[in-house]
């Protein structure tokens, strides 16, 4: 990414699959408020930079999205959120919630896989989720907070370094997900034809992008011929330690 004192003119490259649930656009705006801070040697709070980022795309580009993704790229590694009404903070007008830092090396091996030949742009699944958690939907409400109690179990197993009871967690989030939402056919085949091979799969994101666990070295190398054969990709992500 370059910027030109001149014209200001930002100019950016990516590989990240688009519309597939990978967070791309949050991350080039992440990426832009870095530069930004080092060219006009300006300090945001680490701590509200995700929400900084978030107000960007709501305000700017009217985009639905929540904070989860913008953490994951402010703080890199392995994050645990709690966006708990208690934790709420505000600093310089900006809500923050507790953010802690995990050790990766607590993560069992992790596969990450996209489809190559179907996409879907985040505000589909995003826009209909908020407005049925906003009207109430008993469904939708519910399922929120069972998700936010698997996070803080995920939290507990990862320092127990509990494997199987992870994989577990993985697999019960998604299925949370599938009972409150109509996903398309070919998101939950991914899902499906990584269970099938032994491995756990959640969604990545929104929608098109899964992630998951895997035993071992065999287990991946079905993980990869069997998500190949629906269309996807597979690869192994590398999450760096960055306390």
């Known amino acids: 990414m370059a910027l030109h004192d ?3 003119t930002i100019r950016y490259h990516t590989n990240i699959p688009r519309q597939v649930g990978l967070a791309g656009s949050s991350a080039i705006i992440t990426a832009t408020l870095r530069c930004l801070m080092e060219f006009y040697a300006v300090d945001v709070p680490l701590v509200v930079q995700p929400s900084l980022v978030l107000s960007v795309e709501r305000d700017e580009l009217r985009v639905a999205a929540g904070l989860q993704d ?5 703080y890199e590694g392995l994050v645990f959120m709690d966006f708990g009404a208690e934790h709420e903070r505000q600093l310089h007008k900006l809500r923050y919630y507790q953010y802690e830092p995990l050790d990766p090396a607590l993560l069992p091996p992790l596969y990450l896989a996209y489809h190559h030949g179907f996409s879907e742009p985040t505000e589909v699944f995003h826009n209909d989720a908020q407005e049925r958690f906003r009207r109430g939907d008993a469904d939708v409400v519910n ?5 936010a109690d698997l996070a803080a179990s995920a939290r507990q197993v990862l320092l127990d370094r509990d494997a199987g009871r992870l994989s577990r967690l993985v697999d019960e989030n998604f299925d949370v997900r599938r009972a409150i939402f109509t996903l398309p056919g070919w998101q939950v085949q991914m899902v499906d034809a990584a269970r099938a091979c032994g491995a756990s799969a959640n969604f990545a994101g929104s929608g098109g992008a899964i992630v998951g666990t895997y035993d071992d070295e065999r287990t991946f190398e079905r993980l990869q011929d069997a998500l190949l054969a629906v269309g996807s990709r597979v690869i192994k992500p590398q999450i760096v330690d960055r306390s």
Do not use: D, I, W, Y
């Open 6 to 8: 001149q014209n200001f």
């Open 143 to 147: 399922g929120m907070r069972r998700v």
């Open 70 to 74: 913008r953490v994951a790229q402010t």
